[in-house]
């Protein structure tokens, strides 16, 4: 009897200290941000887009200039139309930009092929601003992106 009983109090012991017991509610798989950016996806009504690694680089003049990348895995293509920050409409590069399967569009960097600019947002570095994203197809995505400032790897992003 003593036997079942130490048995029975090391088995639920070791559920509570692993966090095992807590499935898939636990915190350490509740995880989405694994990089300096946020990441987000539409995954509905045969849409795919996920966007990796979003961030805002504040600039001297007080706009931000937006960093990262955006995927399209699905068959049909999609349209970026526009990018709003903390409430304010992006200027992009394009008045609409085309997200064709395998065919990302990278915002800054040595790859990049889109420009976001938002004008007098004024935000500050280490702060979190709501960037909201319009398609054609998926609709609306919103991911709330941490603003860095103008310096170390970022000192060349301009806007």
């Known amino acids: 009897m003593r036997i079942i009983a130490v048995t029975t109090l090391s088995v639920s012991l070791a559920f509570a200290l692993t966090a095992c017991g807590a499935g898939n509610d636990a915190p350490t798989a509740m995880i989405t941000q694994v990089t300096d950016g946020v990441e987000g996806s539409i995954n509905t009504n045969g849409n795919?887009?996920?966007?990796?690694?979003?961030?805002?680089v504040s600039q001297p003049d007080g706009s931000a200039v937006?960093?990262?990348?955006?995927?399209?895995?699905?068959?049909?293509?999609?349209?970026l139309l526009a990018i709003a920050a903390g409430g304010i409409l992006a200027t992009l590069s394009e008045t609409s930009l085309p997200l064709i399967q395998n065919q990302p569009l990278h915002f800054a960097g040595e790859s990049a092929n889109a420009k976001a600019?938002?004008?007098?947002?004024?935000?500050?570095?280490?702060?979190?601003?709501?960037?909201?994203?319009?398609?054609?197809?998926?609709?609306?995505?919103?991911?709330?992106?941490?603003?860095?400032?103008q310096s170390g790897i970022y000192a060349g992003v301009t806007a």
């Open 66 to 79: 937006l960093i990262g990348s955006m995927f399209n895995n699905a068959i049909s293509g999609d349209n």
């Open 48 to 56: 795919d887009i996920k966007v990796r690694g979003l961030l805002l």
């Open 117 to 149: 600019v938002i004008p007098d947002i004024n935000a500050a570095a280490g702060s979190r601003v709501q960037v909201k994203f319009f398609f054609s197809r998926a609709g609306e995505m919103t991911l709330d992106a941490i603003v860095h400032e």
